[in-house]
C-alpha cells in the first residue's frame, strides 16, 4: 500500500474504535444512525453496490466508492474488506479532507 493520507485516517479510526467493517456491522449502523460515512470497494459486486447506495439513500449516509477490497483491508490490517462505516464525524471530515486533495 503506497502511503496514502485517506487509507491512515482510515485505519486511525479503526484503531480508535471509530470504524467497523462487514455488511450486516454497517448495515446495522446505517439503520440506527451511527454511521456518518460508508465506504465501498470500486471493485465490490453490482448487487453489494446497489444495496448500500439504496440503504444510504434512505437513511440519508453519504457513500463514496474509494480503492479496492484488497487496499481497503489493508488500512484496517485485515486480508480483503468491501464495505466500511465510520461513526464519527471528526473522522468523516479528515477523510474527506483528504479525498478532496487526491483529486
Same mark, same amino acid.
Do not use: W
Given at each position: 500500500?503506497?502511503?496514502?493520507?485517506?487509507?491512515?485516517?482510515?485505519?486511525?479510526a479503526?484503531?480508535?474504535?471509530?470504524?467497523?467493517?462487514?455488511?450486516?456491522?454497517?448495515?446495522?449502523?446505517?439503520?440506527?444512525? #451511527?454511521?456518518?460515512?460508508?465506504? !465501498?470497494?470500486? /471493485?465490490?459486486?453490482?448487487?453489494?453496490?446497489? $444495496?448500500?447506495?439504496? %440503504?444510504?439513500?434512505?437513511?440519508h449516509?453519504?457513500?463514496?466508492?474509494?480503492?479496492?477490497?484488497s487496499?481497503?483491508?489493508?488500512?484496517?490490517?485485515v486480508? #480483503?474488506?468491501?464495505?466500511?462505516? !465510520?461513526?464519527? /464525524?471528526?473522522?468523516?471530515k479528515m477523510?474527506? $479532507?483528504?479525498?478532496? %486533495?487526491?483529486m
Amino acid at each position: 500500500m503506497e502511503n496514502n493520507k485517506v487509507l491512515s485516517y482510515i485505519g486511525l479510526a479503526k484503531r480508535a474504535g471509530k470504524c467497523l467493517s462487514g455488511e450486516e456491522k454497517v448495515l446495522s449502523k446505517i439503520r440506527i444512525n #451511527e454511521a456518518k460515512l460508508v465506504i !465501498i470497494a470500486v /471493485d465490490a459486486s453490482e448487487n453489494t453496490t446497489k $444495496k448500500f447506495k439504496d %440503504k444510504c439513500n434512505s437513511y440519508h449516509v453519504p457513500l463514496i466508492q474509494y480503492k479496492n477490497r484488497s487496499e481497503l483491508g489493508q488500512s484496517l490490517g485485515v486480508a #480483503e474488506r468491501v464495505v466500511i462505516a !465510520i461513526t464519527d /464525524d471528526g473522522f468523516v471530515k479528515m477523510i474527506m $479532507k483528504g479525498m478532496e %486533495k487526491e483529486m
